[in-house]
């Protein structure tokens, strides 16, 4: 696909929130459960396309997200906004079910030795744990999503051929999955990498959904944003005030930042559907419900026409300066 990315020219561009699940997972602090519905409800009404809420996964694995069912049950839902969660395995698919989730996310790496680690199962054990995920969503009329990571590479085995992502893609898709997301697990995705890899894989299977899941490690999460624009995908993971992180990617910063990647598309013409103010003041509730700072920049340094006054001797400097003329 050719276009001039830097002309949005009003094309729309789905930006879906996954801080909730993949950003608060990673937090020492828990998050009250009043407070974590009070999030989506307000990530809801500043228009995201979809919300990842949170993960239905062993309460004992992760503890900040013990409260997935009440969350995903009294959350208020906006018609026309997604509300997805990550499930593991089939007890986890049920238990999201039961709490009218409206998409199920799956797991895998497209790294074997990333998969073993992460998962702590080989990629075919994986890909039978989640074919079986995938059967129970289809019988009760759930649409799945499968979230592959590792696309862009892995930091224990370095690049991952493109063959065997798309290995992965195809059994996926011939089990009926209709959403792939492409992640950049750990932050080494880079622009020029992006672009041909997204590009083959829509040209490839044109009646797939995919996103692309990016995260700001090395500071080419907005780069890689546009490139998958210029591939043509028009669905992006992004998360609150850049939330997130890596287990396997030490110093890692989190995924590219809601806010910031609104605030860039939308200056550039695209339309992202979101009021952008309403993303802010969600994003400000963050630092003190986790118990410190984020790394995104739209909050601390504002929107680029949110203007400040002069200087208090603005006057007096320009009566000085004029009377030096």
Request: hydrophobic share 45%.
């Amino acid at each position: 696909m050719t276009q001039d990315i830097w002309q949005g020219a009003g094309r729309r561009i789905h930006i879906q929130e996954v801080g909730m699940r993949d950003g608060l997972q990673m937090e020492q602090a828990f998050v009250p459960t009043d407070e974590k519905i009070a999030l989506a409800n307000a990530l809801s009404a500043a228009g995201l396309a979809k919300i990842e809420v949170t993960s239905f996964v062993s309460p004992s694995a992760i503890p900040a997200l013990r409260d997935a069912e009440i969350v995903m049950r009294e959350i208020t839902r906006v018609p026309g906004v997604v509300y997805t969660a990550l499930v593991p395995n089939v007890r986890g698919a049920e238990r999201a079910i039961e709490a009218r989730t409206d998409e199920l996310n799956l797991v895998m790496s497209a790294s074997a030795t990333h998969n073993l680690a992460n998962l702590r199962m080989t990629q075919e054990q994986s890909f039978a744990a989640l074919a079986q995920v995938v059967a129970t969503a289809q019988a009760a009329g759930v649409p799945v999503n499968v979230s592959l990571s590792c696309v862009f590479g892995c930091p224990m085995e370095g690049d991952v051929a493109p063959e065997a992502v798309f290995g992965w893609v195809q059994r996926f898709v011939d089990l009926g999955v209709a959403g792939i997301t492409l992640c950049d697990t750990t932050g080494m995705a880079y622009p020029s990498q992006v672009q041909p890899l997204a590009a083959a894989a829509r040209a490839r299977w044109p009646a797939v959904l995919f996103t692309l899941h990016f995260h700001n490690t090395r500071g080419m999460g907005l780069a890689n944003v546009l490139a998958g624009i210029a591939a043509g995908v028009d669905c992006y993971d992004t998360s609150l005030g850049g939330l997130g992180g890596c287990p396997y990617a030490p110093g890692a910063s989190g995924n590219v930042c809601s806010e910031e990647i609104v605030h860039a598309l939308q200056l550039m013409g695209y339309d992202t559907g979101v009021d952008l103010a309403q993303l802010m003041s969600a994003a400000r509730r963050l630092p003190a419900l986790i118990g410190h700072e984020l790394p995104g920049q739209i909050v601390k340094a504002g929107r680029r026409l949110d203007l400040h006054p002069v200087p208090a001797d603005f006057e007096a400097t320009r009566a000085r300066a004029l009377a030096r003329a």
